[in-house]
């Protein structure tokens, strides 16, 4: 076969292979689409996805399940969306620890979030936040900096586990505040801000929609946002930055992956109406009620994101030494 020959042939075997992934863009949903969380019901993760999961389901006329399936720091969800078909039923709801964080946290990982995986579209990003009792003798963000500095063996400070969002939050305020802390890991939020509450714990560090109910009733008090921004949540709580440690940003975040080789078209019409529901003023008003700042952009928008977000965490690892077995 000459040269024009194969070339041809090559053309037309791609044109068949480009036909075909369409078809099967246009013809699904077909039957349910589970989205997997990588965490417990109830926290940031899934609540962002059963909001996702409402809307496409009303939209595509299909049924999206959320599937929760905690443990490992997220890699075990992560892991299994990686190997399941790439047929877009199988969709990983999944944050900056499971893409990015767990790369520098863990010796070995069980897939890589650079290439085994179609990413779709970043959905939401959120702040942490510092808060104590209501009752705490800390009553700002500057004593909280002046106690651990004085603290003979670091200030217990709670985190949602080892290796979350606010954990390395924390670790970057450290190295900010040149501070020692007691890091204290909890499973998940809701026990942390429940030991606050009574006292076990002097200051934890949550996503920003988690204490609003406490604080709003009196029985917390938020001392400082992470983000670069004041949160809308708690307008009168000022930012780390603002508190004299400029540039300082850390943030959780959320987004769409598919598992790598998913046809485009899928992912095409996943991140079209992503993108779509972001700009729905009912979306906007959820998100606006749980703290949640917009994200959205192209597929490959998200993938940068990914990278420059595996570089940055990289470095508040080794800065800190956190690692997990």
Same mark, same amino acid.
């Given at each position: 076969?000459?040269?024009?020959?194969?070339? *041809?042939?090559?053309?037309?075997?791609?044109? =068949?292979?480009?036909?075909?992934?369409?078809?099967? +863009?246009? !013809?699904?949903? !077909?039957?349910?689409?589970?989205? %997997?969380?990588?965490?417990?019901?109830?926290?940031?993760?899934?609540?962002?996805?059963?909001?996702?999961?409402?809307?496409?389901?009303?939209?595509?006329?299909?049924?999206?399940?959320?599937?929760?399936?905690? +443990?490992?720091?997220?890699?075990?969800?992560?892991?299994?969306?990686?190997?399941?078909?790439?047929?877009?039923?199988?969709? *990983? #709801?999944?944050?900056?620890? @499971?893409?990015?964080?767990?790369?520098?946290? /863990?010796?070995?990982?069980?897939?890589?979030?650079?290439?085994?995986?179609?990413?779709?579209?970043? $959905?939401?990003? =959120?702040?942490?936040?510092?808060?104590?009792?209501?009752?705490?003798?800390?009553?700002?963000?500057?004593?909280?900096?002046?106690?651990?500095? =004085?603290?003979? !063996?670091?200030?217990?400070?709670?985190?949602?586990? =080892?290796?979350?969002?606010?954990?390395?939050? $924390?670790?970057?305020? !450290?190295?900010?505040?040149?501070?020692? %802390?007691?890091?204290?890991? /909890?499973?998940?939020?809701?026990?942390?801000?429940?030991?606050?509450?009574?006292?076990?714990?002097?200051?934890?560090?949550?996503? #920003?929609?988690?204490?609003?109910?406490?604080? @709003?009733? +009196?029985? $917390? &008090?938020?001392?400082?946002?992470?983000?670069?921004?004041?949160?809308? *949540?708690?307008?009168?709580?000022?930012? #780390?930055?603002?508190?004299?440690?400029?540039?300082?940003?850390?943030?959780?975040?959320? +987004?769409?992956?598919?598992?790598?080789?998913?046809?485009?078209?899928?992912?095409?019409? *996943?991140?079209?109406?992503?993108?779509?529901?972001?700009?729905?003023?009912?979306?906007? @008003? &959820?998100?606006?009620?749980?703290? /949640?700042?917009?994200?959205?952009?192209?597929?490959?928008? /998200?993938?940068?994101?990914?990278?420059?977000?595996?570089?940055?965490?990289?470095?508040?690892?080794?800065?800190?030494?956190?690692?997990?077995?």
């Amino acid at each position: 076969m000459d040269i024009t020959r194969r070339s *041809l042939a090559f053309g037309l075997t791609a044109a =068949t292979c480009w036909a075909a992934s369409a078809a099967r +863009g246009a !013809e699904w949903p !077909e039957r349910p689409v589970t989205f %997997v969380v990588p965490f417990p019901a109830g926290g940031s993760t899934d609540v962002v996805a059963r909001l996702f999961a409402e809307r496409y389901g009303e939209t595509l006329k299909q049924n999206f399940v959320v599937e929760n399936r905690p +443990g490992a720091n997220g890699n075990i969800a992560a892991a299994a969306v990686a190997k399941a078909p790439a047929d877009g039923y199988t969709i *990983l #709801v999944s944050g900056n620890g @499971q893409n990015a964080m767990n790369h520098s946290l /863990y010796a070995r990982m069980p897939y890589d979030s650079t290439k085994d995986f179609a990413h779709i579209c970043l $959905l939401a990003s =959120t702040p942490n936040v510092i808060i104590v009792p209501s009752a705490s003798d800390i009553g700002s963000f500057d004593a909280l900096i002046r106690q651990a500095r =004085t603290a003979s !063996e670091g200030l217990a400070f709670a985190s949602p586990g =080892t290796g979350s969002s606010g954990h390395l939050s $924390l670790a970057m305020l !450290e190295n900010a505040a040149n501070i020692k %802390v007691r890091h204290v890991p /909890y499973r998940g939020a809701a026990p942390l801000v429940t030991d606050v509450l009574g006292g076990h714990v002097p200051v934890g560090i949550v996503n #920003v929609d988690i204490p609003l109910a406490h604080v @709003q009733s +009196g029985k $917390l &008090r938020v001392l400082a946002v992470t983000s670069a921004n004041r949160s809308a *949540l708690y307008p009168d709580a000022k930012t #780390v930055a603002e508190s004299g440690f400029p540039g300082f940003e850390a943030q959780g975040w959320f +987004g769409l992956s598919a598992p790598a080789r998913t046809p485009p078209a899928i992912v095409s019409k *996943l991140n079209q109406l992503a993108n779509q529901f972001l700009q729905d003023g009912k979306m906007k @008003q &959820r998100f606006a009620a749980g703290g /949640y700042l917009s994200g959205g952009g192209t597929p490959q928008d /998200y993938s940068d994101f990914i990278e420059g977000e595996i570089v940055k965490w990289a470095g508040v690892v080794r800065a800190s030494g956190i690692s997990i077995e």
